[in-house]
């Protein structure tokens, strides 16, 4: 089945710094990915919609020069926290689905646990 | 707007039935997920229905009702690895999805 492979799973960084969060499908390619947070105890969030070749899809609310999105390919798609501060520290989930396959459904990385200290 | 809602926990026993309600408002309609989604995990992948009915896979089963936009997902023979929270999530007119906030299941034993 559809394979979303998602890195790191776990990152501690300083406030001010960046991070790069990775995303690739592994049997699949994926022209749109999908990139949600999600607070504890809360349901996940759409952040953006990313498209390869273009430019990233934000939700409102979601700062586009914070939350840099790169999707040069068609498995691999990254989001880049820049800046981090404390109240970026979540849980960031991106998603694909294989449009070849809609009765599957949307594949989800295993997720990154951000802690920004 | 788009509006999913289901109950946020529900505990059941262990080998006990369990039911999860979704109800849904959405522009458009292209197909009803289930997730489910262990702390600290990435959701995985139920089911899925797009038409009327009972879809039945193993211990888990889903309906769907489009006419009165309602879902359900039964959880038969509850184990205590079903403690999870499960998602349900409506697929709109333009294939995004809308998620519901989740409903926390707690098996007891």
């Known amino acids: 089945g559809a394979v979303v492979s998602q890195h790191p799973s776990r990152v501690i960084c300083k406030s001010g710094t960046s991070v790069k969060i990775e995303c690739r499908s592994l049997d699949f390619q994926a022209t749109t990915m999908f990139w949600y947070r999600q607070f504890p105890k809360q349901s996940l969030m759409l952040m953006a919609t990313s498209n390869e070749g273009s430019k990233a899809t934000y939700e409102q609310g979601v700062e586009k020069d914070k939350f840099l999105i790169n999707h040069a390919s068609l498995t691999l798609s990254t989001l880049t926290v820049t800046s981090a501060h404390p109240e970026d520290s979540s849980f960031y989930i991106c998603?694909?689905?294989?449009?070849?396959?809609?009765?599957?459904?949307?594949?989800f990385g295993s997720g990154t646990r951000l802690t920004v200290v | 707007g788009q509006n999913i809602d289901q109950p946020t926990e529900m505990t059941a026993t262990e080998g006990a039935i369990v039911q999860i309600n979704c109800t849904y408002q959405?522009?458009?309609?292209?197909?009803l997920f289930w997730y489910q989604q262990h702390a600290g995990e990435a959701p995985t992948f139920l089911s899925y229905n797009v038409l009327d009915g009972l879809e039945e896979k193993g211990r888990f089963s889903s309906f769907l009702s489009r006419s009165k936009g309602y879902s359900y997902l039964l959880l038969k023979e509850l184990q205590m690895k079903d403690s999870a929270s499960y998602l349900c999530?409506?697929?709109?007119?333009?294939?995004?999805?809308?998620w519901g906030a989740g409903t926390k299941l707690i098996i007891k034993p």
């Open positions: 999530a409506v697929m709109d007119s333009n294939y995004q999805l809308i």
């Open positions: 959405t522009s458009g309609f292209n197909g």
């Open positions: 998603s694909a689905r294989d449009s070849g396959s809609i009765s599957y459904g949307y594949t």
